[in-house]
């Protein structure tokens, strides 16, 4: 199974500036989805995009796919203390099992 | 809907002893998963059902791990054995029926530690 690869792998940023994460893959998906996970916590789904996809919109998140390059990219637009936490993408496979990658952590100071 | 619950939240215990975790999806949820997340690291996938079916299970669980879903509802985990490098946080989630590309629904986790 692939795993994606999130860059950078931490992000510091001052309140009300935007955070891009990326993420990168190297085989075919179904989908890829993005999670948050707060400190100790379960994780949270954020989105999904689907390989026929290519930008996705949920409140302040937007995600793009690019499948000829294998990448996406999450960007939290206007950020806020409460966005701190770790992010990860997550790709599902073609047979329904979802595989994460190692995640950003983004602190956002105030 | 009441979430994914897990239990114990936390579990102590001494290497050489045997843990069990449990697993309640969300109700109607016809798949779930279970998987291991070392601190730093991202979830790493162990196995999953499908109902009461395991339709797929990691290299990384070695012998000493089995779980099952008897009835398709709850699960468990099960840790015989358990050595230090088993000492991680164990999340459990699942999946609705008909959506099972879809996103999943995670628990707050079972933290092992393993002295």
């Known amino acids: 199974s692939q795993q994606g690869e999130e860059d950078p792998q931490a992000l510091s940023i001052q309140e009300g500036e935007n955070a891009t994460m990326n993420c990168s893959y190297k085989t075919s998906i179904n989908n890829l989805q993005w999670y948050r996970q707060n400190s100790g916590r379960g994780l949270v789904h954020l989105i999904l995009i689907r390989s026929n996809e290519r930008e996705k919109h949920s409140g302040r998140l937007r995600v793009t796919l690019d499948t000829s390059k294998k990448s996406s990219s999450l960007l939290i637009t206007a950020s806020r203390a409460a966005d701190t936490a770790s992010y990860f993408c997550?790709?599902?496979?073609?047979?329904?099992?979802?595989?994460f990658g190692a995640g950003t952590i983004l602190r956002v100071k105030s | 809907d009441t979430g994914v619950s897990q239990d114990p939240r936390h579990k102590i215990t001494k290497r050489g002893q045997n843990v069990t975790f449990r697993c309640d999806p969300i109700s109607e949820h016809n798949r779930l998963y279970w998987y291991r997340q070392t601190l730093g690291q991202g979830p790493e996938f162990l196995t999953y059902f499908q109902n009461e079916a395991q339709l797929e299970k990691s290299r990384l669980l070695s012998d000493r791990f089995s779980a099952e879903r008897p009835k398709g509802s709850f699960s468990t985990l099960e840790i015989q054995r358990t050595e230090q490098g088993d000492s991680a946080m164990y999340l459990c989630?699942?999946?609705?029926?008909?959506?099972?590309?879809?996103?999943?629904?995670f628990g707050e986790g079972s933290r092992l530690t393993v002295l």
């Open positions: 997550a790709l599902m496979e073609y047979g329904n099992k979802l595989v």
């Open positions: 989630a699942s999946s609705k029926k008909g959506q099972e590309d879809g996103e999943l629904f």
